[in-house]
């Protein structure tokens, strides 16, 4: 059974701030429960993927992002919002690497997890995340929080996106017009 999918990124789209030193700086940008419940409620799918390089420069380590993740995702689900992953590069920008954004080698694990739809979405504040939507063959969403708050920013990934948007609450909007 293919079930539909919303590919989410982590900082900037669901979390803020884009650069956290330290996990416990992470706070949800305010819609974002009520969008992912809504997303849930509609039957979506919403895997998790990020870049987390902090990782590698050892500000923090992966079994500490995990279990960070384990309880934003369980507070997430309390107010219905149900989130799975998290899809982690764990690796520096300047790194080569075969999971960093925008290739697609974690959509591809995680919609192999949770067996996802070929036609399924991406929402996120970068350029990287709507060009992976695009190699993905998804339908990318560009919102203007994180990255995308800055116009040059929404100018470099508009050639990969149908839409920009200015919450991820009106995303939401977009994907869940597909469905009538």
């Known amino acids: ?11 900037g789209t669901l979390v803020g701030p884009l650069k956290q030193e330290r996990l416990d700086e992470l706070t949800l940008i305010p819609g974002v429960a009520e969008a992912v419940a809504r997303l849930t409620a509609a039957g979506f799918v919403c895997p998790v993927l990020t870049v987390q390089s902090r990782i590698a ?19 997430l689900r309390g107010q219905g919002a149900l989130i799975v992953g998290p899809y982690v590069c764990p690796h520096r920008r300047a790194e080569p690497c075969p999971c960093k954004k925008p290739n ?10 949770h067996q996802t739809a070929a036609d399924c979405f991406v929402i996120g504040d970068s350029p990287d995340d709507v060009g992976a939507a695009r190699r993905l063959g998804a339908r ?4 203007r929080t994180g990255w995308a708050s800055d116009p040059r920013v929404v100018e470099t990934a508009r050639q990969d996106t149908p839409i920009v948007v ?3 609450a009106q995303g939401v909007d977009w994907i869940l017009g597909f469905e009538r």
Do not use: H, P
Request: glycine share 6%; with cysteine.
């Open 57 to 75: 420069k050892g500000l923090f380590s992966m079994a500490d992002f995990q279990a960070w993740f384990a309880t934003f995702a369980a507070d």
């Open 140 to 143: 990318g969403c560009l919102v």
């Open 166 to 168: 200015d919450s991820i």
């Open 1 to 11: 059974m293919n079930r539909r999918g919303v590919f989410l990124d982590l900082n």
């Open 104 to 113: 697609v080698l974690l959509y591809e694990c995680a919609a192999s997890e």
